[in-house]
């Protein structure tokens, strides 16, 4: 499965963007699929998850602000990104969760989206 994340861009603080996660394959048989980002000289991590039966987990820095979806009939995921911060400014990534462990492990995660660029003006 290739994974290819668009909607990226530059926006000020306090709009918003969606994130979309396309897959050359069916999406419906992987149990988990996520968002990460990774800011510069950070390390990578995770935004939010959403299983198949719709089960969603957030960082606690995005609570309330962004909200993840699947479309497993258009094999798509998605992130709905609203009042963005400059904090917010990384490459976000989509995943697919193939293997067994936590959803912070990056090890659990087998495909990976080429990133899309978020950049958030103060």
């Known amino acids: 499965v290739q994974l290819q994340a668009s909607g990226g861009g530059l926006v000020q603080t306090g709009g918003s963007l969606r994130l979309s996660c396309a897959a050359s394959?069916?999406?419906?048989?992987?149990?988990?699929m996520s968002w990460y980002r990774q800011a510069p000289g950070k390390e990578r991590e995770l935004v939010a998850s959403?299983?198949?039966?719709?089960?969603?987990t957030y960082a606690d820095s995005v609570k309330g602000r962004f909200t993840i979806s699947r479309d497993n009939a258009n094999n798509s995921v998605y992130l709905q990104m609203n009042n963005l911060k400059p904090e917010d400014t990384a490459v976000y990534y989509c995943?697919?969760?193939?293997?067994?462990?936590?959803?912070?492990?990056?090890?659990?995660?087998?495909?990976w989206g080429q990133g899309t660029q978020v950049t958030v003006s103060s």
């Open positions: 995943a697919a969760k193939i293997y067994g462990g936590s959803y912070y492990s990056i090890d659990a995660y087998g495909y």
């Open positions: 394959g069916s999406i419906s048989s992987i149990p988990t």
């Open positions: 959403i299983t198949n039966d719709g089960t969603t």
